[in-house]
């Protein structure tokens, strides 16, 4: 059987492994391995190749994919899909593995609801915004990186009587943000779910200047779309000096960790498993409370990710 991995959508650290992983499991079980280049886009300009061992030696540990990925506007088109599934049919490939976030399973979906596809999804992304699962892949990179960089910040931020703000990605999940808070002990944590408590922390954080406290950090998600307004509050009405750091895309690249790596593999052994034993999937593997199991990517794309509770929880502990 001809089975294709391909990459959708922004990329993940993890990727990588994953892709490798495709490759050698897919041939240790007698299948024949493709590589989609270039994501959605790929699939339909016949981006796609026969894998050997040769294109997937030594990059377990490289970050981002280096089957490239890509956020098409043409797929949105049917002429497009129709191309991309004659594409699939003319290799005769008849699974194919899809790493990506929300919206890649969004075309995914339809893509499957109009034309007789296999596919599984793999969760993939830096926001971990995804319905269904407790973690997605690149999330712990991610986060290595943030911690990294905010290590470094507090340094600076220490040795003078600042206030430092920083945005974080996440789409319009505040999981990063919450979590990157957490382990950096930052004073403030603003994001899209949860409401800030401006007056409250405003008191709180007033006194504790007047205590002698001589600087602050403040982990905004990138979704709150507030930088600014708290950038002037900081500066205002507390008083501090306020630099901002916008992470940015640093954030999607590193190498994959331990943990990214790892779950790369279980992941895709995983999909090919199942992509090997039924002949009708359209599913994304979900990973919660240690297990693997797949989820219906109509319910996958038709529910939103909320964060659980004790990271909410920790947001109010934090104001
Ligand atoms: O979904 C991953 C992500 O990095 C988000 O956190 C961010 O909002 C977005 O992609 C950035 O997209 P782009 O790479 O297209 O600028």
Same mark, same amino acid.
């Given at each position: 059987?001809?089975?294709?991995?391909?990459?959708?959508?922004? +990329?993940?650290?993890?990727?990588?492994?994953?892709?490798?992983?495709?490759? +050698?499991?897919? *041939?240790?079980?007698? *299948?024949?391995?493709?590589?989609?280049?270039?994501?959605?886009?790929?699939?339909?300009?016949?981006?796609?190749?026969?894998?050997?061992? /040769?294109?997937?030696?030594?990059?377990?540990?490289?970050?981002?994919?280096?089957?490239?990925?890509?956020?098409?506007?043409?797929?949105?088109?049917?002429?497009?899909?129709?191309?991309?599934?004659?594409?699939?049919?003319? /290799?005769?490939?008849q699974g194919v593995?899809?790493?990506?976030g929300d919206g890649?399973?969004?075309?995914?979906?339809?893509?499957?609801?109009?034309?007789?596809?296999?596919?599984?999804?793999?969760?993939?992304?830096?926001?971990?915004?995804?319905?269904?699962?407790?973690?997605?892949?690149?999330?712990?990179?991610?986060?290595?990186?943030?911690?990294?960089?905010?290590?470094?910040?507090?340094?600076?931020?220490?040795?003078?009587?600042?206030?430092?703000?920083?945005?974080?990605?996440?789409?319009?999940?505040?999981?990063?943000?919450?979590?990157?808070?957490?382990?950096?002990?930052?004073?403030?944590?603003?994001?899209?779910?949860?409401?800030?408590?401006?007056?409250?922390?405003?008191?709180?954080?007033? *006194?504790?200047?007047?205590?002698?406290?001589?600087y602050i950090l403040?982990?905004?998600?990138?979704?709150?779309?507030?930088?600014?307004?708290?950038?002037?509050?900081?500066?205002?009405?507390?008083?501090?000096?306020?630099?901002?750091?916008?992470?940015?895309?640093? *954030?999607?690249?590193?190498?994959?960790?331990?943990?990214?790596?790892?779950?790369?593999?279980?992941?895709?052994?995983?999909?090919?498993?199942?992509?090997?034993? /039924?002949?009708?999937?359209?599913?994304?593997?979900?990973?919660?409370?240690?297990?693997?199991?797949?989820?219906?990517?109509?319910?996958?794309?038709?529910?939103?990710?909320?964060?659980?509770? /004790?990271?909410?929880?920790?947001?109010?502990?934090?104001?």
């Amino acid at each position: 059987m001809a089975l294709a991995v391909m990459c959708s959508g922004g +990329d993940a650290p993890g990727m990588n492994p994953a892709i490798k992983k495709f490759v +050698d499991y897919a *041939q240790k079980k007698d *299948q024949v391995p493709y590589l989609i280049y270039d994501g959605l886009e790929g699939l339909i300009d016949n981006k796609i190749k026969k894998a050997t061992h /040769h294109e997937v030696a030594g990059i377990v540990h490289i970050g981002g994919t280096i089957i490239r990925s890509s956020r098409s506007k043409r797929f949105f088109e049917y002429e497009y899909r129709l191309q991309a599934f004659n594409n699939l049919n003319l /290799h005769d490939i008849q699974g194919v593995v899809v790493l990506g976030g929300d919206g890649s399973f969004r075309a995914m979906q339809r893509f499957s609801s109009e034309f007789d596809i296999n596919f599984v999804g793999i969760p993939s992304t830096i926001d971990n915004d995804i319905y269904g699962t407790e973690y997605c892949l690149g999330v712990d990179t991610a986060l290595n990186v943030i911690r990294d960089a905010l290590d470094k910040i507090r340094d600076t931020a220490a040795s003078f009587n600042r206030a430092f703000l920083i945005e974080v990605m996440g789409r319009d999940c505040g999981y990063l943000a919450v979590v990157s808070a957490m382990i950096s002990g930052a004073e403030i944590c603003i994001i899209p779910e949860v409401e800030f408590k401006r007056d409250e922390v405003e008191k709180k954080l007033t *006194q504790e200047i007047k205590d002698g406290r001589n600087y602050i950090l403040a982990i905004i998600s990138e979704g709150a779309k507030k930088t600014s307004e708290i950038h002037e509050w900081i500066q205002d009405k507390l008083g501090l000096e306020t630099r901002v750091s916008i992470l940015g895309h640093i *954030q999607r690249g590193g190498n994959p960790s331990v943990y990214d790596r790892m779950m790369a593999f279980d992941f895709t052994i995983q999909a090919v498993d199942y992509l090997l034993s /039924h002949n009708d999937s359209n599913k994304v593997v979900v990973f919660n409370k240690g297990e693997f199991s797949f989820m219906e990517i109509e319910d996958v794309v038709s529910n939103k990710y909320e964060l659980p509770e /004790h990271l909410l929880n920790a947001i109010n502990y934090l104001d």
